[in-house]
T-cell receptor, first 116, second 113 residues
């Protein structure tokens, strides 16, 4: 069965420093990987996805993520953090495309706190 | 402006009440989803509708009853809930079931007294 893990409940970063939010996954086939962000009292917003191709994926708000098949990881990164990046970040995976195989499985979320 | 709208944003109800959550998507998508978000737990997929037909029901108690009258609207009818049902209920849509990214609404914060 597919699963996704976000090993850190919280990540603290100083503004201007690079940030990394970790995600590892487990699927039996080729993974489809996603990152979402949730600001307080809001729904989830799509940031980026990996389907196939280049291992480095660029997304919204200057975020990027690197797919590493050997380590089964899909870490979210940003070169220079902003206070406004403070939010809850969710990694998600699906095993296939279409139907129940394509249902997204979400991690527990990582709270990112960026201090000025 | 979000393409997925949920009402109400906040709901407080007693265990004997009957209430409904509403979701509307303006994206022309064919699949709609209900998720439950509780503190410190992964998002739980509750129901999936594809082309107005329920295709997934992930062992959700019968006190939650979904309804999808057309491809743009999704309801979650609530009846005799328990305090542990208090959570944020998120509606989402996608182009097709299990395909493409999900677009979420702002959520309905439910408190059961």
């Amino acid at each position: 069965a597919q699963s996704v893990a976000q090993p850190e409940d919280q990540v603290n970063v100083a503004e201007g420093n690079p940030l990394t939010v970790k995600c590892t996954y487990s699927v039996s086939g080729n993974p489809y990987l996603f990152w979402y962000v949730q600001y307080p009292n809001r729904g989830l917003q799509f940031l980026l996805k990996y389907i196939t191709g280049d291992n480095l994926v660029k997304g919204s708000y200057g975020f990027e993520a690197e797919f590493n098949k050997s380590q089964t990881s899909f870490h979210l990164k940003k070169p220079s953090a902003l206070v406004s990046d403070s939010a809850l970040y969710f990694c998600a995976v699906r095993e296939g495309y279409g139907g129940s195989q394509g249902n997204l499985i979400f991690g527990k979320g990582t709270k990112l706190s960026v201090k000025p | 402006e979000t393409g997925v709208t949920q009402t109400p944003r906040h709901l407080v109800m007693g265990m004997t009440n009957k209430k409904s959550l509403k979701c509307e998507q303006h994206l022309g998508h064919n699949a709609m989803y209900w998720y439950k978000q509780s503190a410190k737990k992964p998002l739980e997929l509750m129901f999936v509708y594809s082309l107005e037909e329920r295709v997934e029901n992930n062992s959700v108690p019968s006190r939650f009853s979904p309804e999808c009258p057309n491809s743009s609207h999704l309801f979650l009818h609530l009846h005799t809930l328990q305090p542990e049902d208090s959570a944020l209920y998120l509606c989402a849509s996608s182009q097709a079931w299990g395909a493409g990214e999900l677009f979420f609404g702002e959520g309905s914060r439910l408190t059961v007294l």
